[in-house]
C-alpha cells in the first residue's frame, strides 16, 4: 500500500482551540462514539473548555448520545456549535434527519468535515477551547487522511474491544497513524468485562489482554479499561454522557482517569 504523507509543517487547528484529539477505531460499534462523548464530558468535569466535533459524517452519533435536536444557527460567516452538557457540539447529523442516508463520496464527505473543523465558532479571543475531541469515522478511509493530512491533529486515543478481530483492525488504524507521524496518545478498551452482579468477579465476555498487549507494542499508556455496563448503554440512549449524570460508577471513574493521563 501506498505511504500517506506526513502533515505539512503549517498544518492549523481551527481557531481559539488549544488542543486536538482524535478518537479513531478500526471497527465500527466497539464504542467509539460513547468514549468521544465521555471522555469530552471528562474534560469538562475537570474545568476545560471543551468541543467535540463528530466527523463520523456517515453514521453521526452525537445529537443522539447528547440529546441535542436543535439546528445551528450561522452568524458572521460561522457555524455556531450547539451547547449541551458543558460542550460545544457539532455534528452533520444537527442538519440533516436522523435516517436520511449520507450519500456522499469521500471527497465530499472530506470536505463537510474540513468545514465542521473550521467554519465553526469553537472558540473566541476572550473563550478559547481547551480541547477540540473528534469522534472520527471507524477504519482508515478518505476523512482521517484528509484530517491527518489537512489539520493538525495533536493525537489519537484508538478504541478497541477486547475481541481479537476488533484489535485487528485497531491496529491497521494505529498503523496509518504511525506512517502519518500522527502521535498516538493511547489505547482504550472498551467493553473490557462484565461485572458479576452476584459475585462481583470480571467476566471477560469478548477476551481478555488483547488491548493491553496491543498498548504495548504501541509503546503508548492503556488509558482506559472501561466494564460493559447497562448504564452506559441507556446513558447513551437517553442522551447524557454518564460521566455528567453517574460520575460515581466504574464506567465514568475510568473515562475521567483517561481524560487526566490526557
Ligand atoms: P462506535 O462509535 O464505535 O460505532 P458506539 O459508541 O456508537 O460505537 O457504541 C454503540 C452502542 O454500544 C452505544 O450506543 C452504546 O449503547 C453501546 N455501548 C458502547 N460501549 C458500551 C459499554 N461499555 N457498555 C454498555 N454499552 C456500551
Request: glycine share 10%.
Amino acid at each position: 500500500p501506498q505511504a500517506a504523507p506526513a502533515p505539512p509543517a503549517d498544518a492549523a487547528r481551527p481557531a481559539h482551540v488549544k488542543r486536538v484529539i482524535a478518537v479513531a477505531s478500526g471497527k465500527g460499534g466497539v464504542g467509539k462514539s460513547t468514549v468521544s462523548v465521555n471522555l469530552a464530558a471528562a474534560f469538562a468535569a475537570k474545568g476545560q473548555r471543551v468541543g467535540l466535533l463528530d466527523a463520523d459524517v456517515y453514521g453521526p452519533s452525537a445529537p443522539r448520545m447528547l440529546g441535542i435536536d436543535e439546528e445551528p444557527a450561522f452568524v458572521d460567516g460561522k457555524l455556531q456549535p450547539l451547547e449541551a452538557w458543558g460542550l460545544k457540539v457539532m455534528s452533520i447529523g444537527f442538519m440533516v434527519d436522523e435516517g436520511a442516508p449520507m450519500i456522499w463520496r469521500g471527497p465530499m464527505a472530506s470536505s463537510a468535515v474540513r468545514q465542521m473543523m473550521n467554519d465553526v465558532a469553537w472558540g473566541s479571543e476572550a473563550d478559547p477551547l481547551d480541547v477540540l475531541v473528534v469522534d472520527l469515522p471507524p477504519g482508515t478511509g478518505d476523512i482521517q487522511l484528509t484530517l491527518i493530512q489537512k489539520m493538525k491533529i495533536d493525537g489519537v486515543v484508538i478504541v478497541s474491544t477486547p475481541q481479537e478481530i476488533a484489535l485487528i483492525d485497531a491496529r491497521r488504524a494505529a498503523s496509518m497513524f504511525r506512517k502519518t507521524a500522527t502521535p498516538i496518545l493511547g489505547v482504550i478498551e472498551n467493553m473490557a468485562f462484565f461485572t458479576d452482579p452476584s459475585t462481583g468477579a470480571p467476566i471477560p465476555i469478548f477476551g481478555s489482554g488483547g488491548a493491553k498487549a496491543e498498548a504495548e507494542r504501541l509503546g503508548v499508556p492503556l488509558l482506559a479499561e472501561i466494564p460493559l455496563e447497562m448504564t452506559l448503554r441507556e446513558a447513551c440512549d437517553a442522551g447524557r454522557p454518564l460521566v455528567a449524570t453517574a460520575p460515581e460508577s466504574a464506567a465514568a471513574l475510568a473515562f475521567v482517569a483517561a481524560a487526566t493521563a490526557l
